[in-house]
């Protein structure tokens, strides 16, 4: 006779950090004007697409992609000048690679330790990892807290620590030799994550010959490419050997591989794009600055975080406006009344500013 299971449910079966969490959000945006998720807004080139057309008519894509993707990792080798003796990790984003790091070194009482606030992943991937999570604040105008990183690291000696350089969501590039002390100082790997590199104007990549424990990531979600998911890992190949190991075999795709490669071969494009978002990053800024009631932080990223009153109806009147942009109040107690907006096409930046206007004039 067959017993009778009682019934599996979720709260029952599932680890209570999972249970805990709440995923990470993406709002609809069909419509809009999508200033909310650091994307590049412009569109390549059209000879530049329709090669991209052939290439991609032409792909086998009944085959597994590369597993070691050894033209696509030639073709960032050679547009990130890399020291000798520097390997790279390809990852299906960034994101992934976080959890890869993370896989690697969780064990209990293992640390992940970063600043708040910073990106979410970093706190969000350590607790379904089983790593605790320490988050140290950055003082108010969001630099590195040297004294109390140092003793928080040797208080905690984390196994990891991210620093994301420029920082999301403040946007600011932290005091280089800052960085190199917590480097010095920490006892596990450090992770610089250059996620926005394109638009700032320094690089840990030059420092991974020096030091043993530093790895630099960077995505090419920002650069124009966000629907590809490519995110990398650069570092010494003594850790990148072991980290392959938790690498899924086929994390990239056949047509991000062909599409990335034949794109970083026109870097320059991208870099160009890149160089017209940073002026109107300068423009935007002035421009928010001049608005009263709008505190706006200076930015070294594709974005620009401020402050307003009564965020929450701001955002909320922009949405009805048509113009998605990211609501941070309420996210952490630094961010009280901040709203985050990315740069986008000088069209887009002005309807954003006129529709911004409107609420400020109308709530
Ligand atoms: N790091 C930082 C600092 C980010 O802001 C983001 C995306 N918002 C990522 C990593 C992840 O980027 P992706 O997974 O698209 O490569």
Known sequence: ??????????????????????????????????????????????????????????????????????????????????????????????????????????????????????????????????????????????????????????????????????????????DADTVLKIIQAAPGLVVVDEAYYAFASDSFIPHLAHYDNLLVMRTFSKLGMAGLRLGFLAGRATWLSQLEKLRLPYNVGVLPQLVATRLLAHHDVLLTQAEDIKLERTRLLATLDAISGVRAYPSAANFILFRVEKATQIFEGLKQRGVLIKNLNGGHPALIDCLRVTIGTPAENERFVSALKDCLHSI
């Not at 945006?29 to 994307?39: Q, R, T, W």
């Not at 990790?89 to 790091?101: K, P, R, T, V």
């Not at 350590?126 to 003082?139: D, E, I, K, S, W």
């Open 1 to 174: 006779m067959s017993s009778v299971r009682s019934v599996v449910t979720p709260e029952k079966l599932l680890r209570p950090e999972v249970l805990a969490l709440h995923a990470y959000h993406v709002p609809p945006a069909s419509g809009m004007i999508k200033l909310d998720a650091m994307e590049n807004p412009y569109l390549l080139p059209q000879t530049l697409r329709e090669d991209i057309a052939r290439l991609v008519a032409d792909a086998e894509i009944n085959r597994y992609p590369d597993a070691a993707a050894r033209e696509l990792k030639t073709a960032i080798g050679k547009v990130t000048n890399l020291p000798p003796g520097m390997d790279i990790l390809l990852g299906n984003g960034s994101d992934e690679i976080i959890q890869l790091l993370a896989l690697a070194v969780t064990r209990p009482g293992a640390v992940l330790l970063s600043v708040e606030p910073s990106f979410v992943m970093y706190r969000m991937i350590a607790t379904f990892t089983g790593m605790r999570y320490v988050g140290v604040p950055l003082t108010d105008d969001f630099s590195l807290d040297l004294d109390a990183t140092l003793d928080t690291i040797k208080r905690e000696q984390p196994a990891l620590v991210f620093l994301a350089y420029p920082n999301n969501p403040t946007g600011n590039l932290f």
